[in-house]
């Protein structure tokens, strides 16, 4: 059973960092990995991938200079590092996994993933 387990969710003040981090029982065969967020009442966002390879990144613009996405292919774990923390950015976050393939043309939209987390939650207070 394949499993994409996130955990470092919490609740920060505006201003914050908090960091994420996922592991995935594909990991060695994904190729790359990503993160997603989703608020209430919101659609589901795209904000970082990673190749996992050649350590390739890409940021959606909502986030760029403020997160960073990371790898520890020792560990299979991918992180997500978020600075400058704003309320505009509570959601649950989600990291996913592909099942092998080629960085695809637009690694931040979700059907490039065929696999998902549960989701941590993430509270920015102003």
């Known amino acids: 059973q394949v499993q994409v387990v996130e955990s470092g969710g919490g609740s920060v003040q505006a201003g914050g960092s908090l960091r994420l981090s996922c592991t995935a029982s594909v990991y060695t065969v994904a190729n790359y990995m990503g993160w997603f967020r989703q608020a209430p009442g919101k659609e589901r966002e795209g904000i970082a991938a990673?190749?996992?390879?050649?350590?390739?990144?890409i940021y959606a613009d909502s986030v760029k200079g403020r997160f960073t996405i990371s790898r520890d292919n020792a560990k299979n774990t991918v992180y997500l590092q978020m600075d400058s923390l704003k309320p505009e950015d509570t959601a649950m976050y989600y990291c996913?996994?592909?099942?092998?393939?080629?960085?695809?043309?637009?690694?931040?939209?979700?059907?490039?993933?065929?696999?998902w987390g549960q989701g941590t939650q993430v509270t920015v207070s102003s």
């Open positions: 996913a996994a592909p099942y092998g393939g080629r960085w695809p043309t637009r690694p931040l939209i979700g059907l490039n993933y065929e696999y």
């Open positions: 990673i190749y996992t390879g050649s350590g390739n990144t």
